[in-house]
């Protein structure tokens, strides 16, 4: 089993920064992408960035400039650095990690959720 646990969500004012990580446990061979997706009251799903098991990345154009998706292997961490951040910024937002385990099986595996809501 794998299970992705994120943190670093909560309240913040426009213009403002926060910083999510999300770290994976479990049996972990390797994991390839990971991404963090957002989910607005009322809205579907959506990806805000992707990274890759190269480190190549990929965002959202709404977020693109202020967000920074990085990741610590090491840590089996994925991180998002979110800077200016403006009120349709409000979602609660998912890890998600594409995992193979020690027993040769892929999940696709997603975090709980941390909801970050920006105050105008």
């Known amino acids: 089993q794998v299970q992705l646990v994120e943190s670093g969500g909560g309240l913040v004012q426009a213009g403002g920064s926060l910083r999510l990580s999300c770290a994976a446990s479990g049996s972990i061979l390797s994991i390839n992408a990971m991404g963090w997706y957002r989910q607005a009251p009322g809205k579907q799903r959506e990806l805000a960035a992707h990274?890759?098991?190269?480190?190549?990345?990929h965002y959202a154009d709404s977020v693109k400039g202020r967000f920074t998706i990085s990741r610590d292997d090491a840590k089996n961490t994925v991180y998002l650095q979110m800077n200016s951040l403006k009120p349709e910024d409000t979602a609660v937002y998912y890890c998600?990690?594409?995992?193979?385990?020690?027993?040769?099986?892929?999940?696709?595996?997603w975090g709980q959720g941390t909801q970050v809501t920006v105050s105008s």
């Open positions: 998600n990690a594409d995992v193979r385990s020690w027993a040769n099986i892929n999940y696709d595996a």
């Open positions: 990274i890759s098991s190269g480190s190549s990345t």
